[in-house]
């Protein structure tokens, strides 16, 4: 049987050799000052020679306590190098994201095995927000993509795409070709904060139309996915960002009625907690996140 000295008490004198303050390496282990003493006093006795000089002013490594740390500074480096070796091709890197629904939806999930093609080592847990325009990032999690008007000022925050409007319809309200008459079907309006989006107001304005937005017959859906629903079973007529019905154009159950696109005031943020901006799986999605969209 090896003869090792506890292996609590070596951890502990290692930080005690850090800060050379009892109470501080207490403190970074979370412990009293009463449980370090107490370890430091057993390996001191298993060892058989005093390892620090105590005064009232501090302590101080006697020669044994310099000799012994610079020993174990090396085992333990060994130690810490041949765990990461191991740990590294054994243990995925995780990634928390929050995202709101459609986005995550049409996206996020049709991209993301491309990403993981090259980065096989990630895993990920996806969790749907909305209206989190002045909510704080929660504490768990990595990147947050939002939907909103501004950068958040609680994290890092920076614009990864505004919104490209298109006014569509399904096919069966087009007759003979000729796109339906605004006027004789229902506008499917998204809610955000539990209040319409300003996307009709703006289209019409931009393209010299009557403004219909508050007294025409109207449809409103939580979700831009509710709304592209609606469009597509022909419920009314909606103005949709691009890039979320590029399949329902390309195989044609959305028909765009006015080949007129408008750039929303409105965009998709990604939002990192301070504390996690510079870590490395952090920046790998960021990176490939902002590549996507681009």
Known sequence: MRQLPPMNALRIFEEVVKHLNFSHAAQSLCLTHGAVSRQIKLLEEYLGVQLFLRSPKGIELTSHGLEFANDMQIVFDQIEASTLKFRAKNIRTKLNIEAPPTWCNRILSPN???????????SFTVNYTQDAENTEVAVDTDIRIRFGLSPAHHCQSSLLLKEDYVMVASPQLFK???????QDYPLIHVLYNRKRLDTW?????QNHYIDLSDSH???????????????????????????MIRNELNIGTLKTMIDTDIQSKYGYWIDIPFNKATLPKVQTFKFWLETLLT
Do not use: M, R
């Open 176 to 182: 003979d070709e000729l796109a339906p008459n605004l």
């Open 217 to 243: 017959c109207a449809i409103e859906f939580s979700t831009t996915e509710q709304v592209i629903q609606a469009a597509v079973a022909g419920y009314g007529i909606a103005i949709i960002d691009k890039p």
């Open 112 to 122: 993301l095995k491309n990403f993981l093609l090259t980065n096989k080592d990630y």
């Open 201 to 205: 107001q703006i289209w019409l304005k």
